[in-house]
């Protein structure tokens, strides 16, 4: 999604939420946000980008969701898709053959059982309204000197996806094929690539999961890389000192392109600063008991240490 604008803008991007809405409301009141006739707005225009996954996980999910939509219907923020949206999305929607376009199976239902308890279960025209909501929300953002995208920006991607429209329907379904070329271009945008470890490796998730693919690097050259050189670390998790099975297709990114933020990688550790002068991920694991982040740019073209503002970090993690 384009977005052309006459006056230099000034912008709060704010990291994956998780239904954390008292740390948000912090965070916004932080950064000089006022709530007023029912949503935030800033007294000097500023506007929020919102990096997606707003829901599952946390303990006031319903809020979070409100406050999002209150300020973007409002015009005081813009929002992007995240994977937890595109998968409750999946999750709600019917494959035509009895089952669900993501399939409700027990492991499923755990990640999404707190949206399921807070909203979906309880209020389900409510829930009806959230989903038409999730839809319409785009996949990306592209401000000009800046720009935001859930997991990973990719323009080759972007420039197939670009027509994709709302997120509904048979555009959904068409989306939502493992192992289908529609499906693994949401995929790259919206949970980034992956490599896959070599033949009898394999890490254990935070939910206790064992995958034998891994996140990786993918700004950064992958060539000729081992997996400890590329995974993406948010936890402490070993890799083996060898060159993965299979890597995923990437470009990496250049000192030109313009300053891009991202979410999804939930990085559990105390202090926020960027990756490159141009690139920082802003998911500091606020859905695992970490810090909700935001960056306040006001038109530098390189990033600044001292702009990140966190929330401090919690001491649960067991979310």
Known sequence: MKINTKQKPAYDIIGDIHGHADELEILLDELGYNENNGHYRHPQGRKVVFLGDYIDRG???RRSLQIVRGMIDAGEAHGILGNHEVNALRFHTSDGNGGHLRKNKKENVKQHQATLSQIAEPFPDEWRDWMDWFAGLPLWLDLGPIRAVHASWNSEVKSQLKEIGKLEGETLRTHSIKK?????????????????????FWHETDDGKKRTEFRVKWWKSLEGKKCDDIVFHNSNTAMPDLLPAEL????????DAPITFFGHYAIMKNKPGPILDNLACLDYGAGKGGQLVAYSWDGEAKLDDSKFTSTPQRKDNNE
Not at 188 to 198: D, M, Q, R, S, W
């Open 59 to 61: 303990p006031k999910i």
């Open 180 to 200: 289908t070329v529609p499906y693994e271009r949401i995929s790259a945008i919206i949970n980034g690539p992956e490599a896959i470890l070599p033949e009898g």
């Open 248 to 255: 995923p297709v990437t470009t990496p990114f250049t000192q």
